[in-house]
């Protein structure tokens, strides 16, 4: 395994003290690098300013933080509000994490997805809308493109690979030493997924869209603009 760069001189320059948020992703970061044959490409499309929606593939429980480990922002993340239990609840917060209501549409959760984008931050999503039975890419369910189109946010696919294979749904524990890939696409403005008010399934074509791109991504993709 090749030694671990710094992380400010992979994904941009240091941005003040240690936060929570930081320091977590640090420990994620050599968790994925111990554990797994692990790495990433395109990390320099990655826009390090501005609202910006990631959009990956979902295969395992191990997708959100292998999307976000490696870039040196801060990224909102969903999880089940059943979660926000005792210890768990607690880092949750620390993590600003953005519980979510199953079963039905969930206000809430939305008005705080759109204060993220809204003051410039950024959220990870997944078009799939759960976590693959096989492994192979589904169809986009009209969530993402909806997230996407309210604030014309940039958008940046991601696809991983391997972590069906390291830690696919049904799994008891997940397996170790395998080769986990994450690869970062080129950036997609609201013009390259919003096909416009007009359509009559507008949110649902822009995740068909934004699933596209997720899909044209390959394992060999160099860590280039």
């Known amino acids: ?11 941009g320059p240091h941005r003040g003290p240690p936060t929570f948020y930081s320091v977590c992703s640090t420990m994620v970061r050599w968790f994925f690098h111990l554990a797994y044959d692990f790495d990433v490409r395109g990390l320099d499309r990655v826009p390090l300013k501005g609202d910006v929606v990631f959009a990956a593939n979902h295969a395992s429980f191990l997708d959100p933080p292998a999307v976000g480990c490696m870039i040196d922002r801060h990224l909102a993340y969903f999880a089940r509000d059943t979660l926000w239990k005792g210890l768990l609840g ?10 979510v209501r199953r079963g039905d549409g969930d206000v809430k959760s939305l008005r705080r997805i759109f204060n993220v984008l809204g003051n410039g931050g950024a959220v990870v999503v997944f078009p799939e809308g759960t976590r693959t ?12 493109g909806m997230i996407a ?3 014309q946010s940039t958008v940046v696919p991601v696809r991983i690979f391997g972590s069906f294979e390291a830690y696919q749904k049904g799994a008891k524990l997940p397996r170790i030493n395998t080769r986990i890939r994450v690869v970062y696409g080129k950036p997609l403005a609201a013009a390259d997924y919003d096909p416009g008010k007009a359509h009559p399934e507008r949110y649902l074509e822009a995740s068909k869209r934004i699933m596209a791109a997720i899909a044209k991504l390959e394992d060999t ?5």
């Not at 395994?1 to 400010?8: D, K, N, R, T, V």
């Open 1 to 11: 395994m090749q030694p671990l760069e710094p992380l400010s001189s992979r994904v």
């Open 90 to 99: 607690n880092v949750l917060d620390k993590l600003e994490a953005i519980p």
């Open 133 to 144: 039975e096989d492994g192979t890419l589904q169809e986009a369910k009209g969530g993402a």
């Open 149 to 151: 189109c309210r604030n």
């Open 221 to 225: 993709e160099k860590n280039v603009v």
